[in-house]
């Protein structure tokens, strides 16, 4: 079932399709963390996403002391952006982040052979709880910023200190945000209230606006599949199971496929939702849809050998491939 928008813009017109396969590529949306969400939903509170940031610029750079809290690539971005823009030695500035640093992405070579299909198959095959142990400590994968963007942070930072100043800038990892609120009777002030978890210290800190680069979340797909919830397998944490090749765990009275894209992070790994895999889950779902091989699939994508037992991919139509795994000792 299905709404479109009317001509008007107004009045949409329902519709409802029947299809023996979906496939399902509903993406992220930004994520807030808790403790800052009403802040976020109040009107009139500058407490806005990363996601949002170009379109309150101009009033961001207004507000007497700005924070920013995420250490990713836009995180870094939009702090660099700032500090470019305020005067110096009155940039008044708190950058602030839960990882332990602010660290480079891992962008080397091999590195980047995480997101290949080879790693997607190991990942796949791992037990569920180490999955759910791998995937948070992977997140300078992913998470980190770019080497030039680091560089352009220090270099800025730094020519700030050539005549005997010093920046009004204050950079700190490691930092939860445990609540937040207005201060009554100061307008539109916000106190964040922190902790330091390897100090275990907690302290209080008051600024005028607040942007999260706090990144993205998976949309769930439960909304979407309330009809078919009892028929949908699900791992220990409640989540649905998905096949290597991106096709939900149905019960078999389900006789038709439904795959996802972007949902399935906890099943084949960091690779989920980078768009240098979409062409090959792209072409791995039309294989299996077909039951042909219209995309032949390289049958090896990364140098390095993920594991003592490889994980092969699985077979598909017109293309028998497998992989030997060598005798111990060898």
């Known amino acids: 079932e299905h709404t479109h928008p009317a001509p008007d813009g107004e009045t ?3 519709g409802r399709t029947r299809t023996r396969n979906i496939a399902l590529g509903v993406g992220t949306a930004p994520f807030i963390p808790e403790p800052l969400r009403p802040l976020a939903e109040a009107p ?17 750079l207004k507000a007497d002391h700005i924070t920013v809290i995420g250490s990713g690539q836009s995180g870094a971005e939009i702090f660099l952006d700032l500090l470019r823009a305020r ?3 009155i940039e008044k500035i708190h950058w602030l982040a839960r990882t332990q640093a602010f660290a480079p992405m891992e962008y080397s070579k091999l590195g980047l052979e995480h997101f290949t299909p080879d790693y997607t198959h190991y990942f796949h095959a791992l037990p569920e709880d180490v999955r ?5 400590q992977q997140w300078q994968l992913h998470k980190g910023i770019d080497t030039d963007t680091i560089t352009a942070i220090h270099d800025e930072l730094y020519r700030r200190t050539l005549h005997g100043g ?5 950079l700190t990892p490691g930092v939860t945000v445990r609540t937040a609120g207005r201060l009554s009777g100061t ?8 902790e330091h978890t390897q100090q275990n210290t907690r302290t209080r800190l008051t600024t005028d606006a607040v942007v999260l680069a706090t990144g993205y979340r998976e949309r769930p797909l439960d909304t979407l599949l309330t009809g078919i919830t009892p028929h949908i397998h699900r791992d220990k944490q409640g989540r649905p199971r998905i096949h290597t090749d991106f096709r939900l765990d149905l019960d078999p009275t389900i006789t038709g496929n439904i795959y996802v894209q972007n949902a399935e992070r906890h099943t084949h790994g960091v690779g989920a939702p980078d768009l240098g895999l979409a062409a090959w889950r792209s ?6 849809l077909t039951g042909t091989n219209p995309y032949p699939l390289p049958t090896r994508t990364a140098f390095t050998t993920f594991g003592l037992t490889p994980h092969p991919a699985p077979a598909v139509p017109g293309q028998g491939h497998t992989l030997t795994p060598l005798a ?3």
Do not use: C, Q
Not at 44 to 60: C, F, K, M, N, Q
Not at 132 to 136: A, G, H, I, M
């Open 87 to 89: 005067p110096r030695g």
């Open 166 to 170: 010093w920046p009004d800038a204050t």
């Open 12 to 14: 949409p017109t329902h």
């Open 328 to 330: 111990k000792g060898h």
């Open 283 to 288: 072409a791995t779902i039309l294989n299996h």
């Open 132 to 136: 759910d142990t791998l995937v948070p």
């Open 44 to 60: 009139g509170v500058p407490v806005i996403h990363s996601a949002d940031y170009l379109h309150h610029r101009e009033t961001l």
């Open 187 to 194: 307008g539109n002030r916000i106190e964040l209230h922190l």
